[in-house]
């Protein structure tokens, strides 16, 4: 989820030729409706967003199903601590690049 297009296709693409099947959603409000409706191995979702914010979403997100991993990407992530947002596996700042994404992804669904 981001609610800017470029992350989204960058990270579809990124994760699509690692073999990953990708949904994408611009809002949290948006992902919140797909999580519910399907299962995932693992969310990435941008933190501030219009209306519903990444963090927020998350914790309703883990409150639903917990073991869900849920990785936020945020411009502002040299500012934050993960400890700060207790609906966060991974904190990762933007601009994110491939490698670190896919570590991301590799570490949290490793750790399932």
Known sequence: MDDEQQVRDFVSAALGLDGHRVELAHDGAEGLRRFRDADFDVVISDKAMPGMKGDQMACTMKMMRPHTPIILLTGFGQFLDRADFPGIDVLLSKPVGVQKLRAA????????
Do not use: P
């Open 105 to 112: 992804v590799a570490a949290v669904l490793s750790s399932k």
